[in-house]
């Protein structure tokens, strides 16, 4: 990964995005990353919508994640349905 200059390992990809033109921080990705990651990195596009993230569930209208919809979730997929967990979190098949 690293040349010289190094991040933390829990640096966030946004802070290898200029905030003023929305577009790649090219001189901080070639002086952190190897020459290949970083012509594969500046070629991934960036979206035009410039809005903060956000953690959705997609199985609900409402997009709110509840305990009943991972559930329903479950339940209709036929491989995850044959599958059940005991109390100390073993993997059993059901009968």
Sequence with gaps: MSKGNQIRRDTKVELLIDQTSHRWNTYLI????????????????????????????????????????????IMDNDELSKITFGCSGERRNKV
């Excluded at 190897?34 to 199985?59: C, F, N, T």
């Design 30 to 73: 070639d002086s952190v990353f190897e020459k290949e990651e970083a012509i594969a990195m500046k070629q991934i596009p960036l979206g035009r919508k410039w809005s903060k993230d956000r953690i959705v569930w997609h199985y609900t209208k409402n997009r709110h994640f509840s305990v009943k919809s991972a559930d329903h979730l």
